[in-house]
């Protein structure tokens, strides 16, 4: 008796405790910490992020359902059939019905998954969603490069190309264009090469529900698409005007070290900054 | 056998665990404990002049100077007073008046962004604690205590609640930037934050939480991690920086250090710390220039020691000394150099006049007054070119027992094959490759000399045109790059560095070939008149070979 209680006591106050810590930021964090910040997902503002949100949302609810059912279960039968000294044990060669049962449910549940994300999937990573109407590749706007420990992002200047010498570099932080001059909301499209330098790393920017890997001696076309009517609607409160981006892959000691910031900047003022950075580039301060 | 699925004292032994994580999280490894040491070369010079004993004096005057890594400050000498410079205060005075409206910025809307928030909305009590900003957060509990306890502070204050739209009481509370013609509570608590500068101990505070596992405690590129990179972080101590403004040798700015923490030393181990606001990167910038001075004040003290008969530190020595080195730090703005260059826009210029230029470029490179191909490689690509450079390393002998194993670790030791005039590899009799064993010359850190290898396109101190002009202009402090010969003018240089970045831009460099081609095509058409028409494609091939053959760059066109 004085383990069962015992264990459902830890068990409550591992709960409370993941309840606690969950609503209340600095709780954890131990330190300051920007009044935006949240535990949960912050505001989209991706052109794709709401269908990413919806996929998260139906898989989020199929696997509550899911580990509530079981861990129900579970702690029913623990509680239940919890040996007692005197018990023999009793063997059993199992159930067929329900076998076929538990083994149905997943892959039912697994398909819904595969299906419902397929439209998303094609949408992000085809190499067709990164091409015009006849079949050309969409300008690269920036190389994105991931390094021990940082970001940086290098740009090919006003003439578009790369490997030349109006090309310039931005450390820390990736400034877009929020392309508000193509009024199809689905050709808002920013192309970016990704690439490593050394080991893999993970290119994550939680606004725009963007996660991918960088991997050394791989260049992978990606694009990034800001819906201007979402950003407009964070912006209003927020006084940082830009976004987080984290390595979301362990690349070594000094991992943590390793963030940069989104700017999304209306066309005309990111025109402006590129002339403000060729500028620089040729500048002598 | 009776089956036990749990004895009773698991749930305790899980208890225990679980205790032992969440105590953990709470875990301060501390710091009352860390010191300022001695170099490692201060020992050993010591000990040399038999003044090994002598060392507390040493250290005793660098803690008098420059406080401990808790307490960390100048000590106020009467020649500072006389030039009214607190250097304690280094900020205060050193800034523009540009740099203090970005930090003002940077406090507004990244730093203290959500204290401020709490600021403007009133709602004082509940404004929490910021990082590294302990002094600004003493001068919040005790001088606006009234404010938010609603308590008397212990300086006096008022009595009760104030209202935060009554006046500031400016003559008995200071705080930085409030107008002459007084402001209210709510305006001064804003301008608390705002204009916030960390103070050295804060500074020191955040160096032990970022930097110090690299840099170390006294800023000697020795912290924990520090051994397991390649290159070895900055030794401080030295008071040189490779990437700086100014000539050869001479202190960096401010600015130069505060570049650094925005941009990085790309593909170091050292990255960009952009995500702190800039008031913290210029506190940093502070400390380590508090670190830099003081490893330079001890290197110059035991001089001074073995100068003296005694073996003794009179005040006036470290009083001197301490000046000597103060003013060398002092006057580094003054040394900012290429002000006032213009960079030439060859993002504007013709594709004739980047190759004429870059031509021109590539004979200096070439030539022995720059001299740069004999560490830079023939093919500019440096320590990585298979031939090793030879005036980068000299011959020793491989059996000597002296080789410092540390010092081979890191790549500083190479073999050489012995090449006859022919380019044969000679060999022994046994049918052995003859070969030397060459050592790098070892910087002013004593790390390997790692010329850059130019088509790679990384410039660690920074890639725009006006950083290579002085790179090549002035060199760079603490290696075995020089500054440019007085023979090398302004043009030359800029001939240099337009064919050193051809070499890096894979485009550009397809573009030279390009134009150099139709030249050589055009000339080739012109001696042999049209009898080549019948077989043009066999022209083509010939003038790709005497491209590559004229420029001997085949190898870094591959790139």
Request: glycine share 8%; net charge negative.
């Amino acid at each position: 008796m004085l383990m069962r209680i015992t264990v459902t006591l830890l068990m409550a106050a591992l709960l409370v405790f993941g309840l606690v810590s969950w609503a209340d930021y600095d709780f954890w964090l131990m330190g300051p910490s920007p009044s935006h910040y949240t535990w949960w997902w912050p505001e989209e503002m991706s052109t794709l992020g709401q269908h990413a949100d919806n996929l998260f949302w139906l898989i989020m609810v199929m696997v509550t359902v899911m580990f509530v059912i079981t861990m129900g279960a579970l702690t029913y039968s623990i509680w239940k059939f919890s040996a007692k000294r005197q018990d023999k044990a009793v063997f059993s060669h199992g159930s067929h019905k329900l076998e076929l049962l538990w083994t149905a449910i997943p892959a039912a549940m697994l398909l819904v998954i595969a299906f419902s994300q397929m439209s998303t999937f094609a949408a992000m990573q085809f190499d067709s969603s990164m091409e015009d109407e006849n079949g050309e590749e969409l300008p690269v706007l920036c190389e994105i490069w991931a390094s021990q420990f940082d970001w940086r992002f290098r740009y090919p200047g006003r003439d578009g190309r790369f490997g030349t010498n109006d090309d310039f570099e931005s450390a820390y932080e990736l400034v877009i264009p929020m392309r508000d001059r193509e009024p199809d909301h689905d050709k808002k499209k920013n192309i970016f090469l990704l690439r490593s330098r050394d080991v893999l790393h993970s290119f994550f920017v939680p606004h725009l529900r963007f996660k991918r890997d960088a991997v050394p001696g791989m260049t992978q076309r990606i694009w990034l698409g800001v819906d201007d009517e979402q950003l407009a609607e964070i912006m209003a409160d927020r006084e940082d005007k830009s976004f987080d981006i984290i390595c979301a892959e362990l690349c070594g000691w000094g991992h943590y070290k390793m963030s940069g910031r989104v700017r999304v900047l209306p066309d005309a003022e990111y025109e402006k900054w590129v002339d403000e950075m060729t500028a620089l580039q040729f500048g002598n301060s | 056998m009776r089956l036990r699925p749990l004895t009773s004292r698991g749930p305790f032994v899980l208890a225990g665990l679980l205790v032992g994580v969440f105590a953990s999280c709470d875990y301060d490894p501390g710091h009352a404990d860390l010191s300022f040491g001695l170099s490692e070369t201060t020992m050993a010079s010591l000990d040399d002049v038999g003044l090994a004993s002598s060392s507390p004096q040493v250290s005793g005057a660098l803690t008098t100077l420059f406080g401990t890594p808790q307490d960390p400050h100048y000590l106020i000498t009467g020649d500072m007073l006389d030039e009214d410079e607190n250097p304690n205060l280094a900020g205060e005075f050193e800034l523009t008046e540009e740099q203090w409206e970005a930090i003002a910025r940077d406090n507004r809307s990244r730093r203290f962004l959500r204290q401020l928030d709490l600021i403007a909305s009133e709602r004082f009590a509940e404004v929490p604690e910021p990082l590294y900003a302990g002094d600004l957060w003493a001068i919040w509990t005790r001088d606006f205590a009234p404010l938010h306890t609603g308590e008397a502070s212990e300086d006096g204050g008022p009595a009760t609640t104030v209202d935060p739209a009554s006046a500031f009481p400016v003559d008995d509370l200071w705080v930085p930037g409030l107008p002459e013609d007084g402001a209210t509570w709510a305006e001064a608590a804003r301008l608390l934050f705002v204009q916030w500068y960390p103070s050295m101990r804060e500074s020191a505070e955040m160096y032990r939480a970022q930097c110090l596992h690299c840099h170390g405690v006294d800023g000697g590129g020795n912290g924990p991690t520090g051994e397991f990179l390649e290159p070895r972080p900055r030794d401080y101590r030295l008071g040189k920086f490779k990437w700086i403004a100014v000539e050869n040798g001479k202190r960096p700015r401010r600015q130069d250090l505060v570049n650094i923490l925005m941009q990085g030393a790309y593909t170091t181990a050292m990255p960009n710390f952009a995500r702190f606001s800039s008031g913290q990167l210029h506190g940093l910038v502070d400390y380590v220039r508090l670190l830099a001075m003081r490893g330079e004040t001890e290197t110059r003290l035991v001089l001074e020691m073995g100068d003296s008969d005694s073996g003794d530190l009179p005040l006036d020595t470290i009083q001197s000394t301490y000046s000597a080195v103060w003013a060398n730090w002092r006057d580094a703005d003054e040394n900012y150099v290429a002000a006032d260059v213009v960079v030439p826009r060859w993002d504007q210029m013709s594709v004739e006049d980047q190759v004429t230029r870059g031509e021109h470029g590539r004979e200096l490179f070439m030539g022995t007054l720059a001299n740069c191909f004999s560490c830079h490689g023939m093919d500019g690509r440096g320590a990585d070119a298979p031939n090793l450079p030879i005036s980068l390393a000299e011959v020793v002998d491989a059996d000597d027992h002296e080789i410092d194993p540390e010092y081979e670790a890191r790549g500083g030791y190479r073999w050489v094959e012995l090449k006859d005039a022919n380019g044969q590899t000679l060999t022994d009799a046994e049918g052995h490759a003859k070969r030397d064993l060459y050592r790098i010359k070892p910087d002013d850190w004593g790390n390997p000399s790692m010329p850059r290898n130019f088509t790679q396109s990384i410039f660690r101190g920074g890639s725009r045109p006006i950083d290579l002009y002085r790179r090549i202009k002035y060199g760079i402090t603490g290696t075995i790059m020089p500054a440019a010969e007085a023979g090398i003018s302004d043009g030359d240089i800029w001939d240099l560095v337009i064919y050193v970045k051809t070499l890096a831009n894979s485009t550009d460099l397809a573009r030279v070939y390009e134009h150099k081609r139709a030249a050589l095509a055009e000339l080739h058409e012109a001696e042999h008149g049209d009898a080549g028409h019948s077989n043009d494609h066999d022209d083509d091939d010939d003038d790709d070979d005497h491209t590559d053959t004229d420029t001997n760059d085949d190898d870094a066109s591959g790139h």
